[in-house]
């Protein structure tokens, strides 16, 4: 339930992205605010496969998933941060409007990198099974 909430999330900011949707980007903006400990959540649910990755590096079996994840992480973060001032008119600097809109893009293309690499979880997850904490990184 909260990975879909996730998944609709980073839907809503892509489609509340342009201001002709949203001037104020009222919407956009607060999506993004409930997005940050939806997604703090999300990690911490999954704790122990980030720290499956971290311990095992180059020669765990999902090394090339760890590294998505961490540019998702990175892009995610950058664009929340950088969405605050942009919001609240602190700033109007070119580079920080090309920042957010660079790493949201980025966000939303490596989400679905993500569910795709994740394709098998999702799958068992969608047919009712369980899987092991240690292995689960949906
Ligand atoms: C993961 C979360 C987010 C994603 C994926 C995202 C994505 C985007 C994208 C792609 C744009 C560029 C629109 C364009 O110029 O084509 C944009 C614009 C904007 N976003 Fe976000 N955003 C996120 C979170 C936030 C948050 C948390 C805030 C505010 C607290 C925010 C405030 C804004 C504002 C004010 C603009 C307009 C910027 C401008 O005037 O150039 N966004 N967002």
Redesign the pocket.
């Known amino acids: 339930m909260l990975d879909v909430g996730l998944f609709v999330g980073?839907i809503v900011?892509?489609v509340t992205?342009?201001p002709s949707f949203d001037p104020e980007?009222f919407l956009?903006?607060w999506t993004?605010?409930v997005?940050i400990p939806v997604i703090a959540l999300h990690l911490s649910s999954n704790w122990a496969w980030v720290m499956r990755l971290l311990r095992n590096g180059t020669d765990d079996q999902e090394f090339r998933l760890g590294v998505v994840n961490t540019f998702l992480a990175v892009m995610?973060a950058v664009?929340?941060v950088t969405?605050?001032p942009?919001?609240l008119e602190w700033s109007e600097a070119q580079w920080l409007?090309a920042s957010?809109?660079i790493t949201?893009?980025l966000?939303?293309l490596l989400m679905f990198v993500h569910l795709v690499m994740n394709r098998r979880r999702i799958g068992t997850l969608v047919r009712g099974r369980t899987v092991p904490a240690t292995t689960s990184a949906s």
């Open positions: 980073f900011e892509f992205r342009e980007y956009h903006s993004g605010i997005l995610a664009c929340i969405g605050f942009l919001w409007a957010h809109q949201g893009l966000s939303i």
